[in-house]
């Protein structure tokens, strides 16, 4: 646990600094890779594929069915099938938010836990979960996923943002 703290940390407090190698990832893992680069490239398909690319079936390939998430921001904790996310990015964000992007600003690893600290934004076009009513305007927000990856899928994710647009 002490690892994941400092890994959290270095992402709060210094993005910036880090080395471009740290930050240029492959997303196909390949058999020879260590575990940290194999969980990387999984955390980097959950930002890519599902949050960008509109890939929503690759929840089935990269979550645990079921995985267990934590948000801090409004206090949900609990157990999720991976339909759980493609009903909030596949209803609520592109249909509240039809242009939105995430972009990684920093990602690492260590053993079976990866941080990936992101920036997004996206045009407030339509209603957002029933919290957010449409404005037309471009919002931003920075957050940060924890992820732990065991066995090749996400069993476990923790994710943190700051905006009100949640």
């Not at 959290?8 to 680069?37: F, R, Y």
């Not at 404005?135 to 066995?151: A, C, H, K, M, P």
Request: overall charge negative; glycine content about 8%; proline content about 6%.
């Amino acid at each position: 646990m002490k690892s994941l703290t400092v890994l959290i940390l270095m992402v709060l407090i210094t993005p910036g600094s880090l080395p471009a190698h740290v930050l240029a990832q492959d997303t196909n893992p390949k058999p020879s890779e260590t575990v940290e680069a194999q969980n990387i490239a999984i955390a980097h398909r959950v930002i890519e594929e599902l949050w960008n690319g509109e890939n929503i079936d690759v929840v089935d390939e990269v979550y645990a069915d079921p995985f267990l998430a934590h948000s801090p921001a409004n206090d949900q904790v609990g157990y999720f099938a991976p339909g759980f996310w493609r009903d909030l990015i596949g209803i609520d964000f592109r249909q509240g938010l039809p242009d939105m992007h995430v972009m990684i600003e920093f990602i690492a690893a260590a053993g079976s836990y990866v941080v990936v600290h992101y920036t997004a934004q996206g045009t407030l076009t339509g209603p957002l979960s029933s919290t957010q009513s449409p404005t037309g305007q471009l919002e931003s927000w920075d957050g940060v996923f924890v992820f732990r990856i065991e066995n090749g899928r996400i069993v476990e994710e923790w994710w943190y943002w700051v905006n009100d647009i949640m």
